[in-house]
């Protein structure tokens, strides 16, 4: 009687079957097929970008109290152009934690702070010739959540303070790169300018025709066209200071002067007017004391005339006389 194999032995010895199921079909999409390649390319792609930097900082948006409608009107349109990372909060309790653009509000002058918390730098502007959403009314229309593009005038890489001025204006008003709840595609542009040491604000949107006979293709910009949105608003700036909300100061506008000082300018002149009449009365009242009439021979005449033919008394006719 023969010697029984091991089971090992046996699996060995067998020969291996050949594969013969269909090959695995590529997966589809709405841009067509798909090659494993592609796929691995794509999940390798994801993983790195999951693992970058991503940027979780926000923008806080505060306005002081007794604010005009104006300008609280213009707060809300800053905060609904931001309505991904903007947050419209009315106190400064968790201010640390992040970037805020506040704004506030001097007798009848609108002040805006931009600040890097908690270490700063901060900047202080003026906000001058203010307009609106509701005031402009322009025809211009973009989607809520999309990303803007920023464009700067060449004149913000001049010198130090406006390339600082550039990367603050980048971090408040830019949205970052795939945030959850950012629209994938841009369709309006904030414009920033520089014209005599103030910064213009603009936001455009980026019109398309939607005809399949104007159809664009991609990379053509002949045909798009920019159409105004609103709000607008300049920035006068005054200080960028080191730290939060002070600190040392690293800039001082020469050129700046101060709205206060503007009006009690035109009080003076105001009040100058009024003292040039006064001062004419008075030389008048002078002239005429040191000049007085010579009496008139007719004088007599006009009043015996007077007194014969009317019928007012004789007191009465001296002082319309005299008068």
């Known amino acids: 009687m023969g010697k029984k194999r091991k089971h090992s032995e046996t699996e060995a010895a067998a020969p291996a079957k050949k594969d013969d199921s269909a090959p695995e079909r590529p997966k589809r999409t709405l841009l067509g097929w798909k090659d494993k390649n592609e796929d691995a390319e794509e999940s390798k792609a994801k993983a790195a970008s999951a693992s970058g930097f991503r940027n979780k900082e926000k923008v806080l948006v505060t306005c002081s109290r007794r604010i005009s409608f104006r300008y609280r009107h ?3 349109n800053m905060v609904s152009l931001r309505a991904v990372k903007a947050q419209l909060l009315m106190s400064l309790l968790s201010l640390r934690a992040l970037l805020p653009a506040c704004f506030s509000r001097k007798h009848k002058d609108l ?4 600040v890097k918390s908690p270490s700063g730098p901060s900047v202080k502007f003026l ?8 005031e402009l009314k322009l025809t211009g229309n973009h989607l809520k959540g999309s990303r803007p593009l920023l464009t700067f005038s ?9 390339k600082l001025l550039k990367e603050m204006l980048t971090q408040v008003f830019g949205i970052p790169k795939e945030h959850r709840k950012s ?4 369709d309006h542009v904030f414009a920033f300018s520089i ?15 939607h005809n399949e006979a104007d159809k664009v293709a991609r990379g053509g910009l002949d045909k798009m066209t920019l159409v105004e949105v609103g709000p607008r608003f300049c920035l006068n700036p005054i200080k960028i200071f080191g730290g939060s909300f002070g600190g040392p100061t690293l800039y001082e506008n020469p050129f700046y002067v101060s709205p206060n000082q503007i009006r ?6 105001k009040a100058g007017k009024f003292a040039k009449k006064v001062k004419a009365k008075t030389r008048r009242k002078m002239h005429e004391l040191s000049n007085p009439l010579e009496p008139d021979e ?11 033919f009317s019928s007012l008394p004789i007191k009465m006719c001296c002082s319309v006389f005299m008068e």
Not at 183 to 186: F, L
Request: charge should be negative; charged fraction near 20%.
């Open 74 to 76: 213009l707060m809300l």
């Open 111 to 114: 002040y805006m702070w931009m």
């Open 127 to 134: 906000v001058n010739a203010v307009h609106t959403m509701e």
């Open 154 to 162: 060449s004149n913000f890489d001049k010198d130090v303070h406006w």
């Open 183 to 186: 629209k994938p595609y841009h």
């Open 195 to 209: 014209v005599d040491d103030h910064i213009w604000f603009r936001n455009y949107q980026i019109s398309v025709p």
């Open 264 to 269: 009690a300018l035109e009080k003076r002149n």
């Open 298 to 308: 007719f004088t007599v005449l006009s009043l015996l005339f007077l007194v014969m």
